[in-house]
């Protein structure tokens, strides 16, 4: 009897210890197959605090909530399953979808470049759009921060998915769960905490005990204008970059790796001066560059195409909805 009960603590353990190499394996492709999705982490963690602009300091943090349990949803209730199907029974869509995906982030940043060139135009579209009842701009602005975390939600899942090995089925949906909860948790956390943060700043302004204190309270508040600007730089920036790579990459997958290999001649050159322990970083940057520079010509070439084609496509098909 207490051989059979030492056997079994034996297998009992033997399991555990089969279960966190498991869990290990599962973080430690998370990490990777997250990592590969970054540009896109960035580019929601910059693009959101501009949902929470004209409303009281009290609803900051609820309608950060509000879209955070929405981006969980997108994660969790459709994207994932959506990702494992694809995974087990459709893998070759994974480029093509990838691809349409790299166009839409080449689109965006392209347009907040003109945006950006063009500001004028863009406050004046918007103030036509802008609604005087609190509830309901509230209601329009989180409805449309959840559709945007959507569609970059499935460029994210759709990345990690990618770059997920080939596993076990229960082992591929952990990673991504936990891909969708780790990168929800960081977004969302920063967002929160940047939205915040020129409250924080003021409190401490006002009742810091310390004069140290109270000077970088003031500092908080006066830098965070320029901090916003310089994030959605870094975000446009990002979008591009991964944009043009996942256009380049996606690709390579279907059997054109002509603009992979160019690029790659091409950054191994100019980095071939280098000092030899700077040759991986400034291959890197050649690389990082040329995507984004490619990014940007595919995003305007499609402006006029969203703009003629997709646009009146979704206007005629959504009927009164396309116009509220």
């Known amino acids: ?112 470049v003109v945006h950006a060139v063009a500001p004028h135009a863009v406050e004046h579209a918007a103030r036509a759009h802008e609604t005087v009842d609190p509830a309901h701009l509230e209601e329009k602005k989180a409805k449309g921060a959840i559709k945007t975390d959507f569609i970059l939600s499935a460029e994210i899942m759709t990345i990690a998915l990618a770059a997920i090995p080939e596993s076990a089925f229960w082992m591929e949906a952990a990673t991504l769960a936990l891909i969708a909860v780790g990168i929800t948790a960081l977004v969302y956390g920063a967002v929160a905490l940047i939205v915040k943060a020129d409250d924080m700043g003021l409190a401490m ?65 100019v980095a071939h001066p280098l000092p030899e322990g700077l040759h991986a970083a400034g291959e ?15 995003g305007l070439a499609l402006i006029p195409v969203v703009a003629r084609v997709v646009e009146p496509l979704f206007g005629l098909f959504g009927g009164a909805g396309a116009g509220e």
């Not at 603590?9 to 290990?24: E, G, H, Q, Y």
């Open 284 to 298: 890197w940057g050649v690389t990082a560059l040329i995507d984004g520079v490619l990014g940007l010509c595919i």
């Open 205 to 269: 302004a006002k009742h810091g005990r310390l004069g140290v204190t109270r000077a970088a309270g003031r500092g908080i508040v006066k830098g965070m204008p320029g901090f916003l600007k310089a994030l959605m730089v870094v975000g446009t920036a990002a979008m591009l970059w991964v944009g043009g790579s996942i256009v380049v990459h996606s690709l390579e997958e279907m059997g054109v790796a002509g603009p992979a290999h160019l690029i790659h001649a091409v950054a191994a050159a």
């Open 1 to 112: 009897m207490a051989g059979g009960l030492l056997a079994l603590l034996d297998d009992v353990a033997a399991l555990t210890k089969v279960a966190a190499a498991s869990l290990d394996d599962v973080a430690g492709q998370a990490v990777k197959a997250g990592s590969k999705a970054m540009g896109a982490v960035i580019d929601d963690a910059a693009v959101t605090p501009k949902y929470m602009r004209g409303f009281h300091p009290s609803r900051e943090l609820p309608i950060v909530w509000r879209i955070t349990k929405g981006s969980l949803r997108n994660k969790l209730l459709i994207l994932l399953p959506a990702g494992l199907l694809l995974s087990a029974f459709a893998p070759w869509l994974i480029a093509p979808l990838l691809m349409l995906g790299g166009f839409y982030l080449c689109f965006e940043g392209a347009e907040k």
